[in-house]
Nanobody
């Protein structure tokens, strides 16, 4: 059974950092584009970042560019989202999702992704 599981969320002060992990189970994440999405209360789910499968091309939403970094660790079958300089508006449930293919470009659309995790809560508050 193919699953992705997120971890690493928590409560952090504004300006702080967190690293989220997305671990694959039952399949190899390297063959999949991985997207990080988030959903705040009362808001629609939005794409935060994604990484393609073959050439590891990355993409970020403008709101997180220069603060967040997505990366892969093939040996651990894990994709990370390093989040720095966190702001209260980053508060949301963060989800990772996997999409087969997308060798050179990762889709920004949530409906394109096949496997989703249960989410991890990130709260940025003083």
């Amino acid at each position: 059974q193919r699953q992705v599981v997120e971890s690493g969320g928590g409560l952090v002060h504004p300006g702080g950092s967190l690293r989220l992990s997305c671990v694959g189970s039952g399949f190899t994440l390297d063959y999949y584009a991985i997207g990080w999405f988030r959903q705040a209360p009362g808001k629609e789910r939005e794409r935060v970042s994604c990484i393609s499968s073959y050439n590891r091309s990355t993409s970020y939403d403008d709101s997180v560019k220069d603060r967040f970094t997505i990366s892969r660790d093939s040996a651990k079958n894990t994709v990370y989202l390093q989040m720095n300089k966190l702001k209260p508006e980053d508060t949301a449930v963060y989800y990772c999702a996997a999409k087969i293919g997308d060798y050179y470009y990762c889709s920004p659309y949530s409906e394109d992704y096949d496997y989703w995790g249960q989410g991890t809560q990130v709260t940025v508050s003083s």
